[in-house]
């Protein structure tokens, strides 16, 4: 096959991929939470869980996926790129239609964190690999900065329901079957994705990280531009 027909099939697999991925992402967290909710699970363990984590899902099974398919360059490209996008594309978007006040513990306390895990990260990436060990590290780091933030968040449970898809008021199986559709789909559109990436790299002979961190700073991170309008939409009056 030439590789014109290579570059082609691998594009059309790239955007086919982020539509679905950004699709039963966010069908897979919403119809979770749902069922979460007919089950009279706390509203603090699925803001937690589904919520806040689970807007990370697009990340995280690309780059399950991209391990598991033996290219690491593109799991640390996602993770690379999608913080890059988040700061600088994400955000400067979401500044050009509203400004946002700024809280006085965001300066001193959320953002020294976030520079703490990143001085943490780009410490482990200084050897140029990373280990089981390196992992556990940054899931305990995780882990501590997550119970900083919480223990210091007043109202939080009714911050986190307020997040909370609203009840349908369908039948708790309908949930769980949409749930588990958009899970496959997600797996299935990672797997797409991380095909079209490596064929296109290696088409154009870059590094699967070097095309991940461009892809995932330019495209990847419109989901959650999306995502913000809809929370700007619900709390709008």
């Given amino acids: 096959m030439s590789t014109f027909y290579i570059m082609l099939l691998s594009s059309i697999a790239l955007i086919a991929g982020l539509i679905l991925l950004v699709m039963s992402s966010d069908k897979f967290i919403e119809h979770s939470a749902l069922v979460a909710e007919k089950l009279n699970v706390s509203p603090m363990v699925i803001g937690i869980t589904l919520v806040a984590l689970g807007t990370s899902a697009p990340e995280m099974v690309v780059s399950a996926i991209a391990a598991f398919d033996q290219a690491p360059e593109i799991a640390v490209g996602n993770v690379i790129g999608s913080n890059i996008a988040n700061i600088a594309l994400v955000f400067g978007i979401t500044l050009l239609f509203s400004s946002v006040p700024i809280a006085k513990c965001l300066t001193t306390k959320e953002v020294p964190l976030v520079l703490a895990i990143t001085f943490l990260a780009g410490y482990l990436l200084y050897d140029q690999a990373l280990s089981v060990l390196d992992g556990i590290l940054l ?29 349908d008021g369908s039948p708790v199986v309908k949930s769980l079957i949409i749930a588990l559709i958009g899970l496959a789909v997600l797996i299935g559109s990672s797997k797409l994705l991380v095909w079209g990436a490596i064929n296109i790299a290696t088409a154009l002979g870059v590094s699967e990280t070097h095309h991940w961190v461009i892809y995932c700073s330019h495209w990847h991170q419109f989901a959650r531009i999306s995502r913000i309008g809809k929370q700007c939409e619900k709390r709008s009056p």
């Fill in 139 to 167: 899931i305990l780091a995780f882990i501590i900065i997550l119970s900083i933030l919480l223990k210091g968040s007043k109202d939080l449970e009714s911050e986190l329901k307020d997040e909370l898809p609203e009840d």
